[in-house]
């Protein structure tokens, strides 16, 4: 199976409002044979494949996961919320709620949701 390769990289300009930022033409042969052409902003030249790589990458997980409906993610909240519940009232002595527990568990699955907000961020935007 073909992939999609980098076939031309040209240096376009500084970036005005950030001195260090730098603007790339990409020129990318694609599967079907076509080419495309993307701009490119970064640090240096990896640095802005590096972002092009990870919003294509972005792009992918976004069509896959948008095909799960609304309902399910919902159910899985609530799945994970009452879980946790249940799991710290087992846990704690007497089977009396342990806040400290229970809080616990909420601060992990909100850092959690909140890595994967940063990760799903577009990187390669005009600086």
Request: net charge positive; hydrophobic share 40%.
């Amino acid at each position: 199976m073909k992939k999609q390769k980098v076939i031309n990289v040209s240096y376009r300009k500084d970036s005005q409002k950030f001195p260090t930022w730098l603007k790339y033409e990409i020129e990318i042969l694609n599967e079907d044979g076509t080419t495309e052409s993307i701009p490119a902003y970064g640090k240096d030249l990896q640095d802005a494949l590096s972002r092009v790589k990870h919003d294509m990458v972005v792009e992918q997980v976004e069509s896959r996961t948008k095909r799960i409906p609304d309902l399910v993610w919902i159910v899985l909240w609530f799945g994970y919320i009452l879980g946790w519940t249940i799991l710290t009232y087992e846990l704690s002595p007497y089977h009396h709620l342990n806040g400290l527990f229970l809080v616990g568990g909420m601060a992990l699955i909100t850092s959690i949701v909140m890595s994967a907000k940063a990760w799903f961020r577009k990187r390669n935007k005009d600086k």
